[in-house]
């Protein structure tokens, strides 16, 4: 089959398509054929190695895992052993460790769900990672509440979009900060207000939140505390960092300033859930989420995403069409 293979850490262009064996599904497993990926920050992690501290997971020298990719959405191949939700012919989506940048993918059960009904594969590869992230930001660790505000510093790239949707679905005011040539698309997505951080400072404009999201790690810890209603609660998901500890540096330190004041900084820690995916499915088919993909990308092209994804300051999504 075809797939993207890595062989080194560097940047995207290390990245080939090649030809791999087919995996094939042992016990709990689906075979999926791939119709469908999409670019998420932890694909640049994954290629350049960086920051080094992933490394401890990722492999030292080099990938652990030939082929990358997280998202995916496609049909059933064929089922392994004590498979009892899925059957060949089902349309599914979800996350794997690695592997989905390719023409099939060897997935456990419990990580995949029903793929929701009336999006294109491309939406629905769109949907796990930075769904099931905007989901456990607000409503597990920020705790959101409908009637509570929050802040969505970062709200039109791919994790930004789902969030100002899920927190909007979940009752709240959301405030989204993002550049000028996304604000009409923060604002499509269900935003109270909107924060084009070119003309205004959101840290600045005499607003608090029961709950900030940052997404972006461009401002200091203490700054956005300050910004937090009593008993407000800061959540940090990826952005800023340095080669080493990248993200973990800045979440530890929202670890050792937590216990001060009466509010409360928290890390987004996602874990890959079916229980998720059929909540997101949920509120999808209702309409209360709408995956936005800004372009696809065929399979040979990855390295060209990833660069996008890099370089152009993505707006919401951009996916693999395999």
Known sequence: MKAIVQRAYGPPEILRIGEVDRPAPGDGEVLVRVRASSVNFGDLVTTR?????????????????RVPG??????????????TRFGPGDAVYGEVVAGAYAEYARVPEKFLAAMPGGLSFEEAAAVPVAGNTALKSLRDAGRLRAGQSVLVNGASGGVGTFSVQVAKALGAEVTGVCRTRNVELVRSLGADEVIDYTRADFAQAGRRFDVILDL????????LARLLNPGGVL?????GGGTWLGPMGRILRAVVMSPFGDRTLRSSVVGRSAGNLATLKELIESGAVR???????????????????????????????V
């Open 291 to 321: 995956p936005h993909v800004e372009c696809a990308y065929p399979l040979g092209e990855v390295p060209d995403a990833l660069r996008h994804f890099e370089e152009r300051h993505a707006r919401s999504k951009i996916a693999i069409t």
């Open 70 to 83: 997280h998202d995916l959405a496609g049909v059933v191949e064929a089922v392994g052993p004590g498979v």
């Open 235 to 239: 959540v940090l998901s990826s952005g």
């Open 216 to 223: 972006v790690g461009n401002r200091s810890l203490r700054e």
């Open 49 to 65: 190695g960086v920051p080094y501290a992933a490394r401890l997971v990722l492999g030292p020298r080099r990938p652990r895992h």
